[in-house]
């Protein structure tokens, strides 16, 4: 049971009856916490982060609260992870490659054409390529929970013309987020790429500041970005997740009870979106359809091969280094 505060007690015992006391409601919480996600709170993240804070309540009696913030409310990506390593935001959920521009390692999850599917990339991710970026960025001062929400495979949209082969990249203006590694592979392709945080993505198509991007069907769909851009090329370039990272003076305040009940509900909430994200995933591409997207699939082996003449592989393998591109390797087979 948590006791009752001093003050609490003596303004209720002085000012109504004992049994008003017991019925008020719950005084404020110890601990008020916030989490911010670029995503919309249609999107399975959102929602299972939404529901785990409203579990942590419960089962903190109160004590710990947790509140939600989506569609980049307290900010772009960049500004939130300033945030969070500052302190000024408790948890933020991010994708491996935009904390590169922090912690370099953790893009690694990111080289295009990799994983083969998403049970591989989240094997390497709850695996040993998981560990090691995980242990890089604690080093570098910040916590990031044991597994990773599922994004899913990114695809191309545009509003100008479908991407059937590499070839349909030169030139292509296309927005890509803030990370290296993204710029690099679409340089690769041939394409334009520019860098724009995704809480300013909607407006910059609208505007043809970009005539196209790339996201997992999940988001194309729950971001409205169908709204504002007509073909979907299934390109499948590079699976994508988020680490929900915590600022660790923050979390380590926390009594041992509480942070079990964070870990087991925030677990929770990875296991039931990664669910989400299967089950959804199959009728996304109907659901576009009927949203007046055109679909087209492509041949991924020539845009794999247009990486690697162009020396995509090469390059990220002397930037990773040898012991981070063995253990991603280990998982995929050879990639060059
Ligand atoms: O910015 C994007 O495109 C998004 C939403 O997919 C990421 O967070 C990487």
């Known amino acids: 049971m948590p006791s009752i505060t001093r003050r609490g007690l003596l303004v209720g015992a002085s000012a109504l009856p004992l049994v008003t006391i ?13 989490l911010g996600t670029n995503l919309p709170a249609a ?4 929602a299972r982060n939404i529901e785990a804070a409203a579990r942590i309540k419960e089962a903190t009696g109160g004590q710990m609260e947790i509140n939600v913030f989506p569609s ?31 912690v370099p390692v953790t893009a690694i999850s990111g080289v295009g ?16 390529l998981g560990e090691l970026v995980r242990a890089e960025i604690a080093r570098r001062g910040l916590m990031a929970f044991p597994r990773i929400f599922d994004s899913g495979f990114r695809q191309t949209t545009s509003s100008t013309h479908p991407i059937k082969q590499p070839g349909d990249f030169s030139g292509f203006k296309i927005r890509v987020p803030a990370a290296a590694l ?24 609208q505007t043809h500041v970009a005539d196209g991007q790339e996201n997992p069907l999940a988001i194309i769909d729950s971001a409205k970005l169908y709204e504002v851009q007509k073909y979907c090329s299934m390109t499948n370039h590079m699976w994508d997740g988020y680490w929900l990272l915590a600022n660790p003076r923050a979390y380590n305040r926390l009594p041992d009870k509480v942070k079990e009940v964070v870990r087991r509900e925030f677990d929770r909430a990875i296991d039931e979106e990664r669910a989400d994200l299967v089950r959804i995933d199959a009728g996304l591409r109907q659901t576009l359809v009927d949203k007046k997207m055109e679909f087209n699939d492509v041949d991924a082996a020539a845009f794999r091969d247009t990486l690697r003449s162009a020396g995509f592989y090469t390059e990220w393998k002397n930037k990773f280094g040898d012991q981070a591109w063995q253990t991603l390797v280990s998982f995929t087979g050879p990639l060059s």
């Not at 054409?113 to 040993?128: M, V």
């Open 72 to 102: 980049s409310q307290l900010g772009t990506d960049t500004d939130m992870l300033s945030q969070v390593r500052a302190g000024g935001v408790e948890f933020f959920t991010l994708s491996p490659l935009i904390l590169s521009t922090f």
């Open 22 to 34: 017991r019925t008020r409601p719950a005084r404020a919480a110890e601990f008020t916490y916030k």
């Open 113 to 128: 054409f990799a994983f083969k599917d998403r049970n591989q990339a989240l094997s390497a991710l709850d695996g040993a």
């Open 182 to 205: 993204w710029t690099s592979l679409f340089k690769d392709f041939g394409a334009a790429p520019t860098t724009i945080n995704f809480s300013e993505t909607y407006s910059a198509l």
């Open 43 to 46: 999107h399975p993240l959102s």
